[in-house]
């Protein structure tokens, strides 16, 4: 079984900054690409951001040159640092791993955290 712990939301003023963190924890082979999303209410579950596992990155135009994706594979985490946010970066983000377990180590499959609320206002 597999867990996904994200951490790191909360409020912030436009122009602040924040970081989020997400851990992969259990029976874990290895993990592809991780991946950040966003939603808010209304909207479809967007792509934020995305890592693979050589390092490769993509990104969403609305947020290019302000957040950057890292990862460390040693911890099996993936992070978000967030800059210059504003208030229509306001949203649930959720990171998203396709990982290969130890009971399936042919196939990766996609595992989703529970999300965390950024909220950007003053």
């Known amino acids: 079984q597999v867990q996904l712990v994200e951490s790191g939301g909360g409020l912030v003023q436009p122009g602040g900054s924040l970081r989020l963190s997400c851990a992969a924890s259990g029976s874990i082979f290895n993990i592809n690409d991780m991946n950040w999303y966003r939603e808010t209410p209304g909207k479809e579950r967007e792509l934020v951001a995305l890592?693979?596992?050589?390092?490769?990155?993509n990104y969403a135009h609305s947020v290019k040159g302000r957040f950057t994706i890292s990862r460390d594979n040693a911890k099996n985490t993936v992070y978000l640092q967030m800059n210059s946010l504003q208030p229509e970066d306001t949203a649930v983000y959720f990171c998203k791993m396709d990982i290969m377990t130890i009971t399936n180590p042919y196939r990766a499959m996609p595992y989703w955290g529970k999300g965390t609320l950024i909220t950007v206002s003053s």
């Open positions: 890592i693979s596992n050589i390092g490769n990155t």
